[in-house]
């Protein structure tokens, strides 16, 4: 398997692309800061373990959102120009997942 480069790589991401991201992410901390407060003041743990997985469900969707954009975009103007590389990156990527 050949060394992943894939941190040496950017992504340009257009506006829209990057607000819808990055509103998904600020719900996200809100999510967390809510978590937080609910420790605080002493919430019941069902009612956290519930609010903990609404987070897990939430970071997972940005995930697939986010992997679904790198193969149509990323993956495919790679493999276009015959970088063939990027195909080890993407068993990596999955086996990361899988974990």
């Known amino acids: 398997?050949?060394?992943?480069?894939?941190?040496?790589?950017?992504?340009?991401?257009g506006i829209d692309e990057k607000k819808l991201i990055t509103n998904r992410l600020n719900r996200i901390s809100g999510q967390i800061s809510g978590i937080k407060k609910m420790i605080e003041n002493d919430v019941y743990c069902n009612d956290v373990l519930i609010q903990l997985k609404a987070v897990e469900s939430s970071i997972q969707s940005l995930s697939n959102h986010i992997l679904e954009n790198h193969l149509y975009n990323c993956v495919?103007?790679?493999?276009?120009?015959?970088?063939?590389?990027?195909?080890?990156?993407l068993i990596?990527?999955?086996k990361r997942f899988n974990k």
């Open 1 to 13: 398997m050949k060394e992943n480069k894939c941190c040496n790589k950017k992504t340009k991401r």
């Open 76 to 89: 495919t103007r790679d493999l276009e120009n015959g970088e063939l590389d990027t195909i080890d990156e």
């Open 92 to 94: 990596s990527l999955f």
